[in-house]
């Protein structure tokens, strides 16, 4: 609306000035949708190891730490044919207003399997607590896991263990060490499947140009080493 009522005024030279622009900013905004994405044919450990390192440096609002998450067991259940359907939450979406038990909700039909938190801020006992109280405690899950990229605070972990204790397992993984063991584990083809999981990821419409840019660079970096 600020473009066209500066065109009714506008001379014929700021008119096409102003058009010029714009058409510019259309063809770049197209352009940052259209970024190919690369591929390690066999990626090893220590590649996926260093691409994720490189992403999880940036500031992504949380985006990197989902997607590789995601990436993750979207890869364990193709590998180990374990039938998950592993649901998601959008980034700054509030779990209450979708029923969901967690930024990551695992199940095998309408079994709940795990509930899973993803946060890249340190987890105190408030938090462990009100995870409980309003996800685990209702839904009735055995199994909660917080992937954390910061160390949980001493009081968080005391909690958790008395959640453990009394038959509501809740543990804390950290995401760059977690993702090395499993990676470990699941072998070449799983390695593909979690590479092919995280493009899936990076392809979606939504996802920020510079985070693409940032996938192909820490791949190049990865193979360059």
Do not use: C
């Not at 890249?120 to 309003?134: N, Q």
């Not at 804390?172 to 060490?177: D, H, K, P, R, T």
């Not at 993702?179 to 392809?203: C, D, K, M, N, Y």
Request: glycine share 8%.
């Amino acid at each position: 609306m600020a473009a066209v009522e500066y065109l009714t005024t506008a001379s014929p030279v700021e008119a096409e000035m102003l058009l010029r622009r714009l058409l510019y900013e259309f063809i770049q905004l197209r352009e940052s949708a259209n970024i190919g994405l690369k591929r390690i044919a066999r990626p090893s450990v220590d590649q996926l190891d260093r691409i994720g390192g490189a992403l999880l440096d940036l500031k992504s609002g949380g985006r990197i730490a989902s997607f590789l998450t995601i990436a993750m067991f979207k890869a364990l259940s193709d590998r180990f044919s374990l039938e998950w359907d592993v649901e998601f939450q959008g980034i700054n979406v509030a779990d209450k207003f979708t029923g969901a038990v967690g930024d990551v909700t695992i199940k095998k039909g309408e079994a709940i399997v795990l509930g899973v938190e993803i946060t890249e801020r340190p987890v105190g006992k408030d938090r462990v607590s009100l995870v409980f109280e309003e996800k685990v405690s209702p839904s009735g899950l055995t199994d909660y896991l917080f992937v954390t990229t910061a160390k949980p605070a001493d009081d968080a972990i005391r909690a958790a263990r008395n959640y453990t204790a009394v038959g509501n397992d809740m543990n804390f993984v950290n995401l760059a060490a977690w993702l090395h063991h499993l990676l470990a584990t699941v072998g070449p083809g799983g390695r593909v499947q979690f590479q092919e999981r995280l493009i899936e990821q990076l392809s979606e419409t939504g996802t920020p140009a510079e985070l693409k840019i940032a996938w192909n660079d820490a791949l190049e970096a990865a193979i360059s080493k």
